[in-house]
T-cell receptor, first 114, second 115 residues
Framework: AQSVSQHNHHVILSEAASLELGCNYSYGGTVNLFWYVQYPGQHLQLLLKYFSGDPLVKGIKGFEAEFIKSKFSFNLRKPSVQWSDTAEYFCAVNSNNAGNMLTFGGGTRLMVKP | EPEVTQTPSHQVTQMGQEVILRCVPISNHLYFYWYRQILGQKVEFLVSFYNNEISEKSEIFDDQFSVERPDGSNFTLKIRSTKLEDSAMYFC?????????????FGPGTRLTVL
């Protein structure tokens, strides 16, 4: 069975600081990887996804993530965060061997101080 | 931009009562999903649905749960006899196709509280 771990549960940063949120998954086959964001009071929205090609993927709002297959990781990065990035971030995976159900990590709650 | 909508936003019910959570997927989407998130825990997959049939379901989705697309727009999750442990946020999602790389679009969720 696939599983996803996000080791940072809460992160507090000042504006303009750099961000890296960790995501590790456990699955032996081919996976597709997603980062979703949930702003306060809003629904889950896709930030970016990876399924093939360049392991460095760029998403909306200046976010990017790098797939490192050897480390089973898909860390999310942003060079300079803004107060408006305050949200909860979820890493998720699915695989073509397990249907398209998403398996989520536990989420990381990011607070950016102005 | 089209969005998935869910009603109600918050449902409070007594243990043993039936509840129906409603979702309106994006209009040209064909695949529908329910997930739930118990407070403090991970978002968990419940069920996927296509062409009026369940495609996949998790161990959580037992006989107390059922899903239906009663008309051309709504997708519902019914819990027949609610238990305290059913208290959670329930999210509906939809995709245009069955591709595992397709983006799942989520609704805002229904918070179910079972007393």
């Amino acid at each position: 069975a696939q599983s996803v771990s996000q080791h940072n549960h809460h992160v507090i940063l000042s504006e303009a600081a750099s961000l890296e949120l960790g995501c590790n998954y456990s699955y032996g086959g081919t996976v597709n990887l997603f980062w979703y964001v949930q702003y306060p009071g809003q629904h889950l929205q896709l930030l970016l996804k990876y399924f093939s090609g360049d392991p460095l993927v760029k998403g909306i709002k200046g976010f990017e993530a790098e797939f490192i297959k050897s480390k089973f990781s898909f860390n999310l990065r942003k060079p300079s965060v803004q107060w408006s990035d305050t949200a909860e971030y979820f890493c998720a995976v699915n695989s073509n061997n397990a249907g398209n159900m998403l398996t989520f990590g536990g989420g990381t709650r990011l607070m950016v101080k102005p | 931009e089209p969005e998935v909508t869910q009603t109600p936003s918050h449902q409070v019910t007594q243990m043993g009562q039936e509840v129906i959570l409603r979702c309106v997927p994006i209009s040209n989407h064909l695949y529908f999903y329910w997930y739930r998130q118990i407070l403090g825990q991970k978002v968990e997959f419940l069920v996927s649905f296509y062409n009026n049939e369940i495609s996949e379901k998790s161990e959580i989705f037992d006989d107390q749960f059922s899903v239906e697309r009663p008309d051309g727009s709504n997708f519902t999750l019914k819990i027949r006899s609610t238990k305290l442990e059913d208290s959670a946020m329930y999210f509906c999602a939809s995709t245009r196709s069955s591709g595992d790389t397709d983006t799942q679009y989520f609704g805002p969720g229904t918070r179910l509280t079972v007393l």
